[in-house]
């Protein structure tokens, strides 16, 4: 006899998923607000606010001296 079991999934990624947005969104607003408004300086700016953690990674490894 087989039995028609339904097994229940339960992801719970969700609301850091929303810290990561609320992250990109604040990081778009500030490398495209200190572009010089031209339209690649926008996209440049929004690539930019995708990377920004390794900026900060980088910049901490210079003031460790590592």
Do not use: C, N
């Not at 778009?28 to 900060?56: E, T």
Request: net charge positive; no cysteine.
């Amino acid at each position: 006899m087989a039995t028609t079991g339904r097994a229940r999934v339960i992801v719970r990624e969700g609301p850091l998923g929303f810290i990561f947005l609320l992250a990109y969104v604040g990081a778009a607003i500030y490398f495209v607000s200190v572009s010089d408004g031209s339209f690649w300086g926008v996209v440049v700016g929004l690539l930019q606010a995708i990377v920004w953690p390794a900026y900060v990674v980088y910049h901490v490894l210079q003031l460790i001296g590592a």
